[in-house]
């Protein structure tokens, strides 16, 4: 609850801080300078043996609901198509065998982790922001709750915490920054695949593999690495034996979304003062949910 008093520092405020918020939006260049070095995964599903190992060994790292390794051996979730959500950051669906075969298809699904994120481009605050060297990570802190970043994703990936009332989080894999980024580790799920169907390595490398790959054994896989180049290439790469969109993957062009998200934001904050000083007075009411968020983490932590 704010105060009068309160409510009154705030509307005082609301104007400079809008004000600082547009000349924020102005001078962010609309994306961040990669490292050429940029890490990233290459899934093989023709590898993947749909033992799920990596969906536990996510919940685990980023303490989301999950029982016990054993039980991720049930083959019954197979069933139906799953989708990331927020209580998992990534999930394996089965596909039907190809022509002539018995072997089915597990795909693992998980953020992308674009090259230019149409995610962090929409995020009004910042909370989203695309690491130099791969991950797209999350700042909850930051999080007001506005969810563009739900809209603004191609994959559909990000999820929201709508059961939790008063410190909701928007949800998604992170590609393991606590490890990637400061300790130069794998994620936890390429740690824990039994096949090796997940490699992590620089980029370009995994680039290399997979082509290395596909010219290898062409009657293997379909002549295609996912991620290469649409919505303008992704960290996160995947070579398999059929066509994208028959394993859910949408039709999307080369060209990042993130183009369209940045011309809309940008045109909004430079063309009105009414959206930017309602922008300043949420930001400043919506600080004491995050302050919220903060102390359970600190108390959990």
Not at 23 to 49: K, M, N, Q, W, Y
Request: with cysteine.
């Amino acid at each position: 609850m704010v105060s009068r008093r309160d409510f009154l520092k705030i509307t005082g405020t609301a104007a400079g801080t809008a004000a600082l918020t547009a000349v924020g939006a102005e001078a962010s260049a609309p994306h961040p300078d990669l490292d050429p070095d940029r890490f990233g995964v290459l899934t093989d599903t023709t590898l993947c043996i749909g033992c799920r190992r990596c969906e536990w060994a996510c919940a685990e790292q980023n303490g989301l609901p999950h029982g016990d390794l054993e039980s991720y051996g049930d083959t019954s979730v197979f069933d139906e198509m799953r989708r990331p959500n927020a209580e998992a950051y990534t999930v394996v669906n089965r596909y039907s065998p190809p022509a002539g075969t018995q072997q089915p298809l597990d795909v693992k699904v998980q953020c992308l982790h674009c090259e230019h994120p149409a995610c962090v481009s929409a995020c009004i605050v910042g909370a989203l922001e695309k690491s130099p060297m791969g991950p797209v990570t999350y700042d909850a802190w930051k999080c007001i709750g506005c969810r563009y970043c739900l809209v603004a994703c191609p994959f559909q990936i990000p999820a929201y915490e709508y059961a939790e009332p008063l410190t909701p989080r928007v949800m998604k894999c992170t590609m393991c920054a606590e490890r990637t980024l400061k300790e130069g580790r794998a994620p936890a799920c390429v740690e824990m695949c039994p096949p090796e169907a997940l490699v992590f390595g620089p980029r370009f490398e995994l680039l290399e593999l997979a082509h290395r790959r596909l010219a290898e054994n062409p009657g293997r896989y379909h002549p295609e690495v996912i991620g290469e180049q649409i919505v303008g290439g992704t960290s996160w790469l995947m070579i398999t034996d059929r066509p994208s969109a028959e394993i859910d993957i949408p039709d999307l062009p080369n060209e990042s979304p993130s183009v369209i998200t940045e011309t809309i934001q940008h045109g909004i904050f430079k063309g009105f003062t009414g959206p930017l000083m309602l922008f300043g007075i949420l930001s400043i009411l919506m600080k004491s949910s995050s302050d919220k968020r903060k102390e359970k983490e600190d108390e959990n932590g």
